[in-house]
């Protein structure tokens, strides 16, 4: 006997919430998140009577679209999964070497489900230039910029250098250096960046402004 803001409410705070517990480590069965959406798809459209199933005007697909953008607000299973995985990285110092992971042979289910969230860790996440010395020229994305945060330069010169590599022995970029390496896309945003050799190298979120993940914004 729901209104259909009482279905949505309860959806959103307990069928939705309840596997987020599981889903921060293990990575769910693509048959088990759709079956999942189906369900509540099906308690959605369901009308009062018994007999009438309801006509399903919408897909899930479209009903975990933004408001704004004419969905109900609803989550996606699979993707709100591989968001929910990301976190059991955050409070790790080492960020860089979970971006260049890989699965080997024998790993654990574990490890796999939460590897999953690698590819999107690569759209959003950035490194601030502090004393260089952690960030890898070319495999991290240390370019203070929204959508391509990575090195465009290929020289094997760069392969396995640090950032560090780049300054002189005063903590400030070697202009010659990084004009005569680098394209000059590279060379002209790398010679913007502000530096400060007396801080460590960090890592951000770069979706939101105060650099802190989040699940929504990924």
Not at 22 to 39: H, R, S, T, W
Not at 111 to 132: A, F, P, T, Y
Not at 155 to 161: D, E, Y
Not at 184 to 196: G, K, T, V, Y
């Amino acid at each position: 006997m729901l209104s259909k803001g009482g279905k949505e409410v309860l959806l959103k705070t307990v069928a939705q919430a309840l596997p987020k517990y599981a889903m921060g480590v293990f990575l769910l069965p693509l048959n088990l998140c759709q079956d999942l959406e189906k369900m509540m798809c099906k308690f959605w459209w369901k009308t009062n009577s018994k007999k009438d199933r309801g006509i399903h005007w919408l897909s899930w697909s479209n009903m975990s679209k933004k408001k704004t953008l004419g969905g109900m607000g609803f989550r996606s299973v699979r993707d709100f999964n591989i968001r929910q995985a990301r976190r059991e990285t955050d409070d790790s110092p080492e960020q860089g070497s979970f971006l260049n992971a890989k699965i080997g042979h024998n790993s654990s289910y574990i490890w796999r489900s939460v590897i999953e969230s690698q590819s999107l860790l690569k759209q959003g996440l950035g490194c601030r230039v502090g004393n260089g010395s952690t960030i890898n020229i070319l495999e991290d994305p240390w370019l203070p910029l929204e959508q391509d945060a990575y090195i465009h330069t290929n020289s094997r010169t760069l392969q396995g250098q640090m950032v560090s590599s780049l300054l002189d022995g005063n903590g400030n970029w070697d202009v010659d250096l990084v004009m005569d390496v680098f394209e000059s896309r590279d060379a002209n945003i790398i010679l913007a960046i502000p530096l400060n050799a007396e801080v460590h190298d960090t890592w951000y979120w770069r979706r939101e402004k105060l650099g802190c993940y989040s699940v929504k914004s990924a």
